[in-house]
């Protein structure tokens, strides 16, 4: 198919364009390249080893001074779209540009939408989004009343200069013990902390290791913030009140 390949003006965000289209969508972006080379260098390109020609309908593009954090501007207010992680390019001047079809879903969505929840293939964006798992974002001490009642039968983890938001991403793609967390577990409970180490080593004496033959690992002597996540499931504890109900 022949992909048309447009300039956008400066005052036109790209949101009109992906705004609708859910994830079925490429954001990237190229360095050193004028205005004048990206129809050309667009025509060779190739995603997931296939000619964007064979993809997209339309590229839209806009000159940028810092590519890769405009791109990522785009992908953290959007998603990822049908990338498996954030643009690693150098911040440097070039095009910063977006892909759709908009003729029908694309290849690369459909061949996505064919991948089992657990294939690595997958982002953890994608994956959090196909996950069953149940997530409540609440306190420390709300965390602690529930690993109390849970006893011997949790897993407590967590993530140093993330978000809830992000974590929640970490724990869809987490392994432990050799199996999934969501293959494991039916709910997470996360909570932002100040110190990630007081925090674990509090739950911890507290409450116990739970499941865990260790302490959490996290940064020693050193307070960094981040977020605490407790892994557990319901179904041998029918009678203790919902993790919904301490939030």
């Not at 892909?99 to 290849?107: A, R, S």
């Not at 407590?156 to 938001?165: K, N, Q, R």
């Not at 509090?202 to 940064?219: E, N, Q, Y």
Request: some cysteine; aromatic content about 8%; charged content about 30%.
């Amino acid at each position: 198919m022949d992909l048309e390949c447009t300039k956008l003006p400066d005052s036109m965000p790209f949101r009109y364009l992906i705004q609708d289209r859910g994830h079925d969508f490429w954001v990237s972006s190229m360095a050193g390249v004028s205005e004048e080379e990206m129809p050309g260098k667009i025509a060779t390109l190739r995603v997931e080893d296939e000619l964007v020609s064979e993809v997209f309908t339309h590229c839209y593009f806009k000159t940028s001074n810092k590519i890769k954090s405009d791109a990522n501007a785009i992908t953290d207010e959007f998603g990822l779209g049908l990338r498996k992680k954030r643009v690693t390019s150098q911040d440097v001047a070039g095009c910063v540009f977006v892909l759709i079809n908009k003729n029908e879903e694309t290849l690369l969505s459909k061949r996505r939408a064919a991948l089992s929840p657990c294939d690595k293939k997958l982002s953890s964006e994608e994956r959090l989004r196909r996950t069953q798992m149940q997530f409540y974002v609440t306190s420390v001490d709300a965390i602690m009343i529930t690993a109390k009642a849970w006893k011997s039968s949790f897993w407590l983890t967590s993530f140093t200069e993330v978000g809830a938001e992000e974590a929640k991403k970490k724990i869809a793609v987490l392994n432990i013990e050799g199996k999934l967390a969501f293959e494991r577990f039916a709910k997470c409970m996360i909570a932002e902390v100040p110190d990630c180490q007081r925090a674990t080593e509090t739950i911890s004496k507290t409450c116990g290791l739970g499941l865990r033959k260790s302490a959490v690992r996290t940064f020693r002597n050193c307070e960094k913030k981040g977020s605490v996540a407790l892994l557990f499931s319901e179904q041998d504890h029918q009678n203790l009140p919902s993790p919904a109900r301490l939030l």
